[in-house]
Protein backbone atom coordinates (compact mmCIF):
# COMPACT_ATOMS: atom_id res chain seq x y z
CA UNK A 1 0.00 0.00 0.00
CA UNK A 2 1.19 3.30 -0.80
CA UNK A 3 0.00 6.28 1.78
CA UNK A 4 3.36 8.80 1.08
CA UNK A 5 1.14 10.78 -1.86
CA UNK A 6 2.09 14.07 -0.67
CA UNK A 7 1.16 16.65 -3.32
CA UNK A 8 3.94 18.64 -4.90
CA UNK A 9 2.24 20.31 -7.67
CA UNK A 10 -1.00 22.40 -8.01
CA UNK A 11 -2.71 24.33 -10.42
CA UNK A 12 -5.81 26.83 -9.44
CA UNK A 13 -8.53 28.06 -12.17
CA UNK A 14 -7.54 25.72 -14.82
CA UNK A 15 -10.12 25.22 -17.41
CA UNK A 16 -11.64 22.00 -18.39
CA UNK A 17 -13.34 19.87 -20.84
CA UNK A 18 -14.05 16.31 -20.97
CA UNK A 19 -15.79 13.86 -22.79
CA UNK A 20 -16.88 10.65 -21.15
CA UNK A 21 -18.40 7.46 -22.60
CA UNK A 22 -18.92 3.31 -22.04
CA UNK A 23 -16.13 1.46 -23.93
CA UNK A 24 -15.75 -2.68 -24.45
CA UNK A 25 -15.26 -4.36 -21.09
CA UNK A 26 -13.61 -7.44 -22.28
CA UNK A 27 -11.29 -5.32 -24.22
CA UNK A 28 -9.90 -3.22 -21.15
CA UNK A 29 -10.03 -6.29 -19.51
CA UNK A 30 -7.55 -7.94 -21.99
CA UNK A 31 -5.30 -4.44 -22.34
CA UNK A 32 -5.10 -4.15 -18.61
CA UNK A 33 -4.37 -7.90 -17.09
CA UNK A 34 -0.60 -7.88 -18.05
CA UNK A 35 -0.37 -4.77 -16.03
CA UNK A 36 -1.86 -6.13 -12.84
CA UNK A 37 -4.76 -3.42 -13.55
CA UNK A 38 -8.66 -4.43 -13.98
CA UNK A 39 -11.12 -2.06 -15.55
CA UNK A 40 -14.27 -0.74 -13.53
CA UNK A 41 -17.01 -2.67 -14.63
CA UNK A 42 -20.25 0.43 -15.10
CA UNK A 43 -23.34 -1.70 -15.60
CA UNK A 44 -21.13 -4.15 -18.33
CA UNK A 45 -18.85 -1.60 -20.01
CA UNK A 46 -15.47 0.27 -19.35
CA UNK A 47 -15.40 3.63 -18.65
CA UNK A 48 -12.98 5.65 -20.79
CA UNK A 49 -12.50 9.32 -20.30
CA UNK A 50 -10.58 11.80 -22.96
CA UNK A 51 -9.93 14.90 -20.61
CA UNK A 52 -8.47 18.53 -21.91
CA UNK A 53 -7.26 21.06 -19.65
CA UNK A 54 -5.82 24.69 -20.34
CA UNK A 55 -3.51 26.43 -17.46
CA UNK A 56 -0.11 28.08 -16.76
CA UNK A 57 2.63 26.38 -14.44
CA UNK A 58 5.46 28.55 -13.26
CA UNK A 59 4.74 30.65 -15.62
CA UNK A 60 4.25 28.76 -18.92
CA UNK A 61 1.17 28.91 -20.27
CA UNK A 62 -0.03 25.43 -21.39
CA UNK A 63 -2.82 22.78 -22.88
CA UNK A 64 -3.23 19.24 -22.62
CA UNK A 65 -5.36 15.99 -23.24
CA UNK A 66 -5.46 12.86 -21.39
CA UNK A 67 -7.11 9.39 -22.03
CA UNK A 68 -7.60 7.45 -19.19
CA UNK A 69 -9.75 3.92 -18.35
CA UNK A 70 -11.43 3.96 -14.88
CA UNK A 71 -9.63 0.61 -12.78
CA UNK A 72 -10.28 -0.90 -9.50
CA UNK A 73 -7.42 -0.28 -7.25
CA UNK A 74 -5.58 -3.03 -6.94
CA UNK A 75 -4.12 -1.57 -3.56
CA UNK A 76 -6.22 -2.38 -0.26
CA UNK A 77 -6.89 1.30 -0.17
CA UNK A 78 -9.74 0.97 -2.33
CA UNK A 79 -9.57 4.48 -3.45
CA UNK A 80 -10.65 6.10 -7.24
CA UNK A 81 -8.35 5.50 -9.60
CA UNK A 82 -7.60 5.34 -13.36
CA UNK A 83 -5.18 3.71 -16.01
CA UNK A 84 -3.29 7.08 -18.05
CA UNK A 85 -3.73 5.58 -21.41
CA UNK A 86 -2.16 8.54 -23.38
CA UNK A 87 -1.16 12.09 -22.85
CA UNK A 88 -0.57 14.95 -25.04
CA UNK A 89 0.66 18.45 -24.45
CA UNK A 90 1.49 21.58 -25.77
CA UNK A 91 4.29 22.82 -24.71
CA UNK A 92 7.67 20.59 -25.69
CA UNK A 93 9.58 21.55 -21.91
CA UNK A 94 6.47 20.92 -19.74
CA UNK A 95 6.14 17.76 -22.12
CA UNK A 96 9.57 16.95 -21.26
CA UNK A 97 9.60 17.43 -18.13
CA UNK A 98 6.42 15.17 -17.31
CA UNK A 99 8.25 11.60 -19.20
CA UNK A 100 11.54 12.47 -17.52
CA UNK A 101 10.39 13.37 -13.86
CA UNK A 102 7.26 11.84 -13.43
CA UNK A 103 7.41 8.76 -16.34
CA UNK A 104 4.03 10.02 -17.44
CA UNK A 105 3.38 9.04 -21.39
CA UNK A 106 3.23 12.70 -22.74
CA UNK A 107 3.56 13.80 -26.51
CA UNK A 108 4.23 17.11 -27.72
CA UNK A 109 1.38 17.91 -29.90
CA UNK A 110 -0.80 21.35 -30.84
CA UNK A 111 -3.63 21.26 -28.65
CA UNK A 112 -6.68 23.44 -29.50
CA UNK A 113 -9.13 23.65 -26.37
CA UNK A 114 -11.91 26.49 -26.26
CA UNK A 115 -14.27 26.13 -23.08
CA UNK A 116 -17.07 29.22 -23.81
CA UNK A 117 -19.71 30.00 -25.42
CA UNK A 118 -19.13 26.73 -26.78
CA UNK A 119 -16.34 23.71 -25.91
CA UNK A 120 -13.91 22.30 -28.02
CA UNK A 121 -10.57 20.16 -27.88
CA UNK A 122 -8.71 19.52 -30.81
CA UNK A 123 -5.38 17.92 -30.84
CA UNK A 124 -2.65 17.61 -34.04
CA UNK A 125 0.62 15.62 -34.00
CA UNK A 126 3.16 15.76 -36.49
CA UNK A 127 1.22 17.49 -38.63
CA UNK A 128 -2.05 15.08 -38.47
CA UNK A 129 -5.44 15.84 -37.23
CA UNK A 130 -5.91 13.19 -34.38
CA UNK A 131 -9.28 14.30 -32.44
CA UNK A 132 -11.23 16.86 -32.88
CA UNK A 133 -14.20 17.13 -29.99
CA UNK A 134 -16.59 20.17 -30.44
CA UNK A 135 -20.02 20.70 -27.92
CA UNK A 136 -22.54 23.04 -29.27
CA UNK A 137 -23.40 25.67 -27.13
CA UNK A 138 -26.40 24.95 -25.09
CA UNK A 139 -27.93 26.05 -21.89
CA UNK A 140 -30.98 23.49 -21.82
CA UNK A 141 -29.70 20.10 -19.95
CA UNK A 142 -26.98 21.27 -17.82
CA UNK A 143 -26.65 20.17 -14.70
CA UNK A 144 -24.65 21.71 -11.90
CA UNK A 145 -22.27 19.92 -9.16
CA UNK A 146 -19.36 21.02 -7.13
CA UNK A 147 -16.97 17.63 -7.40
CA UNK A 148 -13.71 16.60 -5.98
CA UNK A 149 -11.77 13.42 -7.55
CA UNK A 150 -9.16 12.00 -5.23
CA UNK A 151 -7.30 9.06 -6.36
CA UNK A 152 -4.88 6.91 -8.33
CA UNK A 153 -3.20 7.13 -11.39
CA UNK A 154 -1.29 4.74 -12.79
CA UNK A 155 1.04 4.47 -15.91
CA UNK A 156 2.25 2.28 -18.71
CA UNK A 157 5.04 -0.21 -17.19
CA UNK A 158 8.75 0.40 -18.40
CA UNK A 159 9.21 -2.30 -16.01
CA UNK A 160 7.73 -5.84 -15.84
CA UNK A 161 8.24 -5.81 -11.76
CA UNK A 162 7.68 -2.46 -11.01
CA UNK A 163 4.07 -0.65 -11.40
CA UNK A 164 4.28 3.55 -11.50
CA UNK A 165 1.26 5.78 -10.24
CA UNK A 166 0.92 8.94 -9.03
CA UNK A 167 -2.18 10.67 -6.93
CA UNK A 168 -4.42 13.22 -7.55
CA UNK A 169 -7.16 16.02 -5.88
CA UNK A 170 -9.36 17.54 -9.03
CA UNK A 171 -11.89 19.81 -7.35
CA UNK A 172 -14.43 22.67 -8.21
CA UNK A 173 -17.66 23.48 -9.93
CA UNK A 174 -18.72 21.34 -13.03
CA UNK A 175 -21.31 21.13 -15.79
CA UNK A 176 -22.53 18.05 -16.99
CA UNK A 177 -24.69 17.85 -20.27
CA UNK A 178 -25.42 14.76 -22.23
CA UNK A 179 -23.52 14.65 -25.09
CA UNK A 180 -26.27 14.82 -28.17
CA UNK A 181 -24.58 13.24 -31.76
CA UNK A 182 -27.31 15.43 -34.03
CA UNK A 183 -25.16 18.63 -32.96
CA UNK A 184 -21.65 17.52 -31.35
CA UNK A 185 -18.53 16.07 -32.67
CA UNK A 186 -16.44 13.46 -31.93
CA UNK A 187 -13.82 12.54 -34.30
CA UNK A 188 -11.04 10.33 -34.21
CA UNK A 189 -8.52 9.65 -36.39
CA UNK A 190 -8.18 5.55 -37.44
CA UNK A 191 -4.47 6.22 -38.76
CA UNK A 192 -3.74 7.88 -35.63
CA UNK A 193 -1.98 4.89 -32.90
CA UNK A 194 -3.04 6.27 -29.75
CA UNK A 195 -6.39 6.55 -31.17
CA UNK A 196 -6.54 2.61 -31.73
CA UNK A 197 -7.14 1.75 -28.28
CA UNK A 198 -10.54 4.42 -27.99
CA UNK A 199 -11.23 2.51 -31.55
CA UNK A 200 -10.77 -1.21 -31.11
CA UNK A 201 -12.71 -0.94 -27.53
CA UNK A 202 -15.91 0.76 -29.51
CA UNK A 203 -15.61 4.06 -27.26
CA UNK A 204 -19.02 5.74 -27.42
CA UNK A 205 -19.18 9.01 -26.04
CA UNK A 206 -21.82 9.83 -23.55
CA UNK A 207 -21.31 12.69 -21.74
CA UNK A 208 -19.73 16.24 -21.00
CA UNK A 209 -17.87 17.80 -18.28
CA UNK A 210 -16.56 21.21 -18.10
CA UNK A 211 -14.89 23.34 -15.49
CA UNK A 212 -14.47 27.02 -15.62
CA UNK A 213 -12.12 27.22 -12.99
CA UNK A 214 -11.20 23.81 -11.22
CA UNK A 215 -7.53 23.17 -8.86
CA UNK A 216 -5.44 20.78 -9.14
CA UNK A 217 -3.22 19.01 -6.77
CA UNK A 218 -0.61 16.06 -7.86
CA UNK A 219 2.36 14.35 -6.28
CA UNK A 220 5.36 12.75 -7.36
CA UNK A 221 5.51 9.00 -8.76
CA UNK A 222 5.52 6.46 -6.74
CA UNK A 223 6.83 3.23 -7.81
CA UNK A 224 5.05 -1.03 -6.16
CA UNK A 225 5.87 -4.48 -6.78
CA UNK A 226 3.95 -5.22 -9.81
CA UNK A 227 0.71 -7.75 -8.47
Keep these: MLHDHK ?11 ALVGPASLDYWRQKLSPLGLEPCDVEGHAEVSIYGIQSR ?9 TI ?20 YNSSRVLSFLERSLFQTPYLRADVILETTPASAL ?7 DVLRLEMAHRIQNVRKETVTWEG ?3 LPQRNDLLQAVFFANLSGEMEIRPFNSAVDTC ?3 GTSQQMWPLLESNFTPTEW ?12 THYQQVA
Design 187 to 189: ELN
Design 68 to 87: SVSVVDPTADMRPAVYLVQA
Design 7 to 17: YIGFLKNAGEI
Design 122 to 128: HIRSRGC
Design 152 to 154: AIY
Design 57 to 65: WMGIPFREL
Design 209 to 220: RTRAAANHARSK
